[in-house]
């Protein structure tokens, strides 16, 4: 069976300036992408690193896949909304458009994807750094699907 892995990250507002995304915004942004799981996702995952939030997905629908790509543009739309309410830094400072054309790419949200044939108990490891600050400050976290 073809997995592939997306892995989808932007800057859509911190706390502090540009130290972390707030524990209500990366809820909000996790709540959206759980919504999918068992259904277009296999799997998913958000995780933040420094003030980047990293939507980690799953699925069978390769790559550049416009209904993956909407999934995390809506969720990172929805954390954009969270973060204004909150009176965050720089909400929505990643998103350079207004709506989503069905692909990501270009319009803010870096983009990693791979698709590979599925092999049994083979682990990944996804690590994630944030330029933005003089050390980068990086997180891992190992997924199975």
């Given at each position: ?53 990293a ?42 458009k207004?709506?989503?054309s ?13 698709e ?30």
């Open positions: 069976m073809k997995i592939t892995l997306s892995v989808i990250k932007a800057d859509i507002g911190s706390i502090g300036g540009q130290i972390r995304p707030s524990r209500a915004l990366l809820d909000c942004v996790r709540q959206e992408i759980a919504a999918e799981c068992g259904r277009l996702l296999i799997d998913c995952h958000a995780s933040a690193t420094g003030d980047d939030i939507l980690l997905m799953t699925h069978e629908c390769g790559t550049g896949n416009e209904a993956i790509h909407k999934l995390a543009w809506e969720a990172f739309i929805a954390g954009t909304r969270m973060a204004k309410g909150q009176g965050l830094h720089g909400a929505g400072q990643d998103l350079l207004d709506a989503s069905g692909n990501v790419r270009g319009m803010g949200p870096a983009v990693a994807e791979m590979f044939d599925e092999r049994a108990a083979e682990p990944f490891l996804f690590s994630a750094a944030d330029e933005k600050v003089p050390n980068a400050r990086g997180s891992t976290c190992d997924v199975t699907g």
